[in-house]
């Protein structure tokens, strides 16, 4: 060893400090796994909110959301103390019953909704949406002038079937040339509105011509008959322009003069109409059920 100005050279010790994981660490790859993990939560999230229906989604909510907690020390203690979330599920002597909702439906600790509460809910939620359809078409037609003049032509009611929206005549004011089903403009546009306000119904639709009592026909034959039910594949025709899957359109008919408006005097103008049925999925509330 060389000596340094008569003495030993003095000994350097070097510290080197060795970072684990790489030159930027592992934190990152913490990190990017909780993103990924959220990521999934939240596309689950978006899969269930599209194949879950609004009844099915109203559970779900409900049944985080308990409506009574009980007080119970017995078993696991906590918001159930020690009970299931089943149907008939019992709580502690002298609580009140915990009330389970499915499909959105309350039920007590005596069992499920019945079949009434059941048909009842379903009808009322169908009800709330051809109210909201009917409301949606007749702000169409106060704020679109070319078809305003018609609203007197379209009268909106609820039958057995379901939501009937008719298309009639007018004295003075027709929806089609005399004779023909060719579509004028003005029937066109009030056909296209009506399409778009019931365009995100699930509902299938029935569509029907209907004509007076006067004799039609010539020499090829074409009668009332034909003519209603060129009439009624006209609409139907303007309904599928609008956006309307074919699929839900399922009947499209010609009844002539069979079915008029006002028996009493089948010539009327208003027997000249043009009726579509949007057909109810769940059946008539019973007078005993309605609000």
Do not use: C
């Not at 989604?57 to 906590?78: N, Q």
């Not at 502690?92 to 909702?101: D, K, L, R």
């Not at 106060?142 to 305003?148: F, H, L, S």
């Not at 009844?255 to 208003?270: G, I, N, S």
């Amino acid at each position: 060893m060389a000596e340094h100005e008569g003495g030993p050279a003095p000994i350097i010790v070097k510290r080197v400090k060795k970072v684990a994981g790489g030159h930027h660490g592992g934190a990152w790859k913490v990190a990017y796994a909780d993103f990924v993990t959220a990521m999934m939560a939240f596309f689950l999230l978006l899969w269930l909110l599209n194949v879950t229906t609004d009844v099915q989604k109203v559970g779900v909510a409900d049944y985080f959301a308990p409506t009574s907690l009980s007080s119970s020390r017995s078993g696991a203690g906590g918001i159930l103390g020690g009970q299931t979330l089943g149907v008939g599920a019992k709580v502690g002597e002298g609580q009140p019953p915990v009330a389970i909702v499915q499909f959105g439906l309350p039920a007590t600790g005596a069992g499920q909704p019945t079949a009434e509460d059941v048909a009842k809910a379903q009808a009322e939620r169908e009800q709330q949406a051809f109210d909201q359809a009917k409301a949606a078409m007749e702000v169409a037609l106060e704020g679109n002038p070319q078809i305003a003049a018609l609203k007197e032509n379209l009268v909106i009611d609820m039958t057995p079937d379901g939501m009937r929206i008719q298309l009639i005549d007018k004295q003075g004011g027709s929806l089609f040339p005399s004779g023909s089903a060719a579509m004028p403009a003005r029937t066109l546009a009030l056909i296209v509105q009506i399409g778009q306000a019931i365009a995100t119904l699930p509902n299938n639709i029935s569509i029907s011509g209907h004509t007076d009592a006067a004799p039609f026909g010539n020499a090829t034959g074409y009668t009332n008959w034909e003519l209603s039910s060129d009439r009624a594949n006209s609409s139907r025709r303007a309904l599928l322009n609008s956006g309307i899957s074919q699929n839900r359109v399922t009947q499209v008919v010609g009844k002539a003069d069979t079915e008029p408006l006002t028996p009493d005097d089948p010539f009327k103008a208003e027997n000249r109409r043009i009726s579509i049925v949007l057909l109810r999925n769940s059946p008539v509330l019973p007078p005993s059920l309605r609000k």
